[in-house]
Every structure is written in C-alpha cells, then in structure tokens.
C-alpha cells in the first residue's frame, strides 16, 4: 500500500535541494531594536513593526486594560453580538485618519483584500493587477473568479492598454500595493487614479505598508500624493506600523455596508479581540502625537540604504521603512543571510515564490526605535559579509 500524504517528503526534499525550504523561527523576546534567538541578541532588521508601537507602553497598557475591561476574545462575528463600542470607535478612527466616511475591519489584512475583492467582482468581471502585487490580492482575485490581467509594475500605460482591451466587462476593478512589500517603492497612484477615472473602473489600493510611514502624519500614500476621496477602496492593515493585528477597508457608507453584507470573509469571521482593537486605537494616538516617528522611520531607511550603497550593495532609494538588498539566486540570498546571522544581524532571506525567481534579496526593514548605532553597526556588518564572500 502507498502512502496518500507520501508527496509530502519528496516536495519537502525538493524545496530543500532548491535553497527553498523554510523553516518559522522562535524569538525568545519581542519585537524591538533587538531581539534574542537561540540565546543571542541579534539587531532585527526585519519587523513590519515600523514605528515600534508593537512594544510602546501606551499601546501595550491598553490592550491590557482592554483585556481586563472587555475580555480576551469577541465571542463572535460582529453580525451576531461581537463587535462592541470599542470596535466602532476603532473604524471612526481609521476612517478619519483616511479621511473616508467610514471604515470596516477585519481580522487581518489578508482577509480584508479576500473578502473585498470577493465581494465587488465576480465571474465575468475582471481584475487588474500590479504584478508584484501582495499574495493576498493574489488570492482575492483568484478567489472572486473574475478574469485576471496582470500588469506590468507600476506601468500605467500597460494598465491602461489592458483596460481598453476589456472594455466589455461588466465590473473592472483595479488593485495595487501603494508601497510595495518586497521592492519598498511606490505605485504611481496620480496617474492610476487617472486612468481609472478615465475607464470608470474601480479603484482599490493596499496601504499595508504605507500607513504610518508615508505621507503627512503617516496617513498612508493616497494622502501623499494628495488624492483623499480619489481612491474609492482603501485598504490597510493593523499589524505593521499600528503595531497590532487586523485590517481594515476604508471607503464610503455605502461601500463599507456593501461589504458588511456580502464580503464573507467579514460576514463569517469572528470580530477581532478586543486587546488588537484598543492596540490599535492607542496605536493611532501615537502615531498623531509623535509624526516625528514616521519621519525617524524614512530617515533611519535612507541612511541605511545609503551605507549599504556605498558597501557596493544594489539598493533603490527607499521611500518608506523597507530596504531591499538584491542578492540574485536564492543561495546567494541564504549565504548572505547567514553570514549577517553569524555577525548579530537578523535579516531573513526573500526567496521565490514571494519574489520572481533570479531576484532573491534581503529584505531589510527599519523601525523608529533603532538608534542610528544599531544601523551603522549593520550596514558594517554587510559590508564585511560582502568582503567574506568575495562578491
Ligand atoms: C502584510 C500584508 C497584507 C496582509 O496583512 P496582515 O494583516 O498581515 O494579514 C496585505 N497586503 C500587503 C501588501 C501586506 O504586506
């Protein structure tokens, strides 16, 4: 008799003959400057806690008191008797700080993009898609079944032909990262914003890894490109520079009760616990208070990248917290990694499939807290690493 699970072995072989398998590591701390691992202190050059809110005492007390006040968990979906006040204060605030009407929350960022995308396109529309758009916004197109035309990156005269092409579909939908998650730049939302009007096709954008670190107050890149109420789906998360965990969509009354009712993935989902929700409320209050900490965060990014560069590193100009390190193959990227491991540095490697194979890189991400002696101590860490390696 054959074993039925018996291809899971010869994949997990592949993977590892491949430099692709992973493997989840175990902090043994949080997510600050530095963390430890396997019993050392390592500088994280690798949370989406960009702002260091993850750990900030105002933050940390109120999901505590909001443990203490409302419990550890919703109970059910907010359809049924999970949503509280707190949770529509919460969506008050994220719809203010996007300048919306109104905001919806989800459980994650992940199933915001799936529910919302499920939910205003179906079979016989279609969609269309940055190409080094987010895994999420992958799987909501291939989850709403609609037609989907993938663009080439941020090349809105490619979006624009694509568009024109498909000019019979019922509902066109456009979606694009704002700052994209592994390349750190951001999408040419002016002139999307444009085409989309121009085609009357619908607008959605993914701030997951603007807000908090672009534009003024850290209100994300629709607001710094100045497009507030031009960009009808705005989409964001809580766990990355919020601090906290979930996602939201940020849009109209009349799209956020849209999405109450027909994006599943809100309709079937239990609220989030009340500790994320009043996280991220006090998140947001920081984040108004102290706007010095999105400039740290940009600032902090740029003297990096600009070490590294002079390291003889290949780094774009970051415009956000995200710096990668172009390191080719995968083995390359693993190599390099180890390597930065060894000399205190955590910096994990990008392999494919989160990037296009040939373009494995270190994903370097900055947080507001790093003082500028960790970053330098980093960037001479590489610098050696590229020494030690010849390359
Ligand atoms: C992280 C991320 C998400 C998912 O958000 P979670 O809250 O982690 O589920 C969606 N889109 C982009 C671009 C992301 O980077």
Redesign the pocket.
Same mark, same amino acid.
């Given at each position: 008799m054959s074993d039925p699970l018996g291809f899971i072995p010869e994949e997990l072989r592949a993977l590892e003959r491949e430099a692709l398998l992973r493997e989840v590591r175990a902090l043994g701390s949080p997510q600050e400057p530095t963390v430890t691992l396997d019993g050392e202190r390592l500088i994280l050059l690798a949370s989406?806690n960009y702002l260091g809110l993850a750990t900030d005492p105002r933050v940390v007390a109120a999901a505590a008191e909001a443990a203490h006040r409302w419990g550890a968990g919703s109970g059910s979906a907010r359809l049924i008797s999970g949503g509280t006040t707190l949770h529509d204060e919460l969506e008050s605030r994220l719809s203010d700080l996007k300048r919306t009407e109104a905001a919806l929350l989800f459980s994650? &960022?992940?199933?915001?993009?799936l529910g919302t995308m499920s939910a205003l396109v179906r079979r016989g529309d279609a969609i269309f898609s940055d190409e080094l758009?987010?895994a999420?916004?992958i799987d909501g197109a291939r989850l709403s079944q609609a037609s989907v035309h993938v663009y080439r990156h941020a090349d809105t005269s490619h979006l624009a032909a694509l568009l024109r092409e498909h000019r019979g579909s019922a509902r066109r939908l456009v979606v694009t990262?704002t700052v994209f998650?592994m390349d750190g730049d951001l999408a040419p939302l002016p002139s999307i914003v444009e085409v989309c009007e121009r085609e009357s096709a619908i607008l959605m954008v993914?701030e997951?890894?603007a807000t908090g670190v672009v534009g003024p107050g850290g209100r994300g890149a629709v607001a710094h490109f100045k497009l507030d109420g031009e960009v009808p789906v705005v989409?964001g998360?809580?766990?990355?520079a919020l601090g906290s965990?979930? &996602?939201y969509i940020a849009g109209s009354g009349d799209l956020i009760a849209f999405l109450r009712n027909r994006a599943r993935a809100f309709v079937f989902d239990t609220a989030p616990p009340p500790p994320a929700v009043a996280a991220a409320i006090a998140a947001i209050d920081v984040l108004e208070q102290e706007p010095e900490r999105t400039e740290r965060a940009r600032a902090l990014a740029q003297r990096l990248a600009a070490g590294l560069r002079d390291a003889g590193f290949d780094v774009p100009e970051p415009v956000a917290a995200i710096v990668p390190v172009l390191a080719g193959s995968a083995e390359n990227a693993l190599a390099l990694s180890r390597t930065l491991r060894d000399a205190g540095v955590l910096v994990p490697a990008i392999r494919p499939p989160s990037v296009a194979p040939g373009t494995a890189r270190l994903r370097a991400t900055v947080m507001a807290t790093h003082t500028d002696d960790q970053i330098d101590t980093s960037i001479h860490a590489f610098a050696e690493a590229r020494v030690g390696s010849g390359a």
């Open positions: 989406n994650s &960022g992940y199933l915001a993009n758009n987010h999420s916004i990262d998650s993914d997951a890894h989409m998360t809580l766990s990355k965990a979930g &996602g």
